[in-house]
């Protein structure tokens, strides 16, 4: 089955550390994103990738970091940086980086520090 | 900018009860627009998305919705309410020209009441 799996489910950091978390699809999309999504708040972009090698900041990208070395993978790293990273974590991905595109998302990684 | 505003973050309706969600969108280009449902702790599905075709998009479990350009809406519906509809809805916004990536609304929570 096509898809998109991310890894772990839960994670637990103690504050200072950095954590980074999986983001894998199967589904041969060129575009993926990450998103952070606190109660009441929705969802918000934190980096997205058009296409393997490149990728872009989003509206909150202070604290993370990102890569995308291979076309199936983008994962999302959490620094020490990020002043409050308790969140649920959503990785998506979309055939291109179009307007119309529609985004499939993965199961998310709940963070949470200590 | 883009933005969006769903009005009410939750929404409490009784079994077989007509189910509204609203929706209203800020876009300074015309707009393509979408609704994801995200059951908990699970990651989001699309329902339906607008792409400038049929102002009245048809999509999956018996939602549907409507682009009104006059009132900047793009409202859910779905005629009678089922207890596996209860979950969170978010309405998303994203652009012709200019930012491709989903601007998303805070999410209303729907009810449904046996």
């Known amino acids: 089955d096509g898809g998109i799996t991310q890894s772990p489910k839960y994670l637990f950091r103690k504050e200072g550390q950095n954590v980074t978390l999986s983001c894998e699809q199967n589904?041969?999309?060129?575009?993926m994103y990450w998103y952070r999504q606190d109660p009441g708040q929705g969802l918000r972009l934190i980096y997205y990738?058009?296409?393997?090698?490149?990728?872009q900041k989003g509206d909150i990208a202070e604290g993370y970091s990102v890569s995308r070395e291979k076309k199936e993978s983008f994962p999302l790293t959490v620094t020490s940086a990020q002043k409050n990273p308790t969140a649920f974590y959503l990785c998506?991905?979309?055939?291109?980086?179009?307007?119309?595109?529609?985004?499939?998302f993965g199961p998310g990684t709940r963070l949470t520090v200590l | 900018a883009q933005s969006v505003t769903q009005l009410g973050s939750h929404v409490s309706v009784s079994e077989g009860a007509l189910v509204l969600l609203r929706c209203n969108y800020s876009s300074s280009v015309p707009p393509y627009l979408f609704w994801y449902v995200q059951y908990p702790n699970q990651g989001l599905q699309l329902l339906l998305k607008y792409t400038s075709a049929a102002t009245l998009v048809k999509g999956i479990n018996g939602f549907e919705a409507e682009f009104k350009k006059s009132e900047t809406s793009f409202h859910l519906t779905k005629p009678s309410a089922h207890m596996r509809d209860a979950a969170e809805y978010f309405c998303a916004v994203s652009e012709s020209m200019g930012r491709r990536a989903l601007t998303f609304g805070s999410g209303t929570r729907l009810q449904v009441q046996p």
């Open positions: 990738s058009q296409i393997v090698n490149d990728f």
């Open positions: 998506a991905s979309s055939i291109d980086y179009g307007s119309t595109d529609t985004q499939y």
């Open positions: 589904l041969n999309h060129d575009a």
